[in-house]
Nanobody, 118 residues
Framework: QVQLEESGGGLVQPGGSLRLSCAVS????????VGWYRQAPGKERELVAE???????YYADSVKGRFTISVDNANNAVYLQMNSLKPEDTAVYLC????????????WGQGTQVTVSS
């Protein structure tokens, strides 16, 4: 069972930056896709960014040019650098690892709260 633990959330003013970290309990395989989702109160969970082992990235339109996802395979970690934060970025951010071996398995962290407010 893969375990994920997020950290780095907090309160930040509009225009500020935060770096979220996700510690993965085992090696990130070449078949894995890792990503960050977020869920705001009363809204559905949405994919923010994800990255494959080939460094192919996807970003939601709302965060393009402001957020950057990266992976540190040596330390089994995933990061989300968030710049130029806006109040609408306020949400619980969750780390996800998707592994497909005959079937697709999704692993989730508990989430970390990001609040953007003056």
């Amino acid at each position: 069972q893969v375990q994920l633990e997020e950290s780095g959330g907090g309160l930040v003013q509009p225009g500020g930056s935060l770096r979220l970290s996700c510690a993965v309990s085992e090696s990130i395989f070449s078949i894995d896709v890792v990503g960050w989702y977020r869920q705001a109160p009363g809204k559905e969970r949405e994919l923010v960014a994800e990255i494959t082992s080939s460094a192919i990235t996807y970003y939601a339109d709302s965060v393009k040019g402001r957020f950057t996802i990266s992976v540190d395979n040596a330390n089994n970690a995933v990061y989300l650098q968030m710049n130029s934060l806006k109040p609408e970025d306020t949400a619980v951010y969750l780390c996800n690892l998707r592994r497909t071996v005959l079937a697709t398995y999704n692993y989730w962290g508990q989430g970390t709260q990001v609040t953007v407010s003056s």
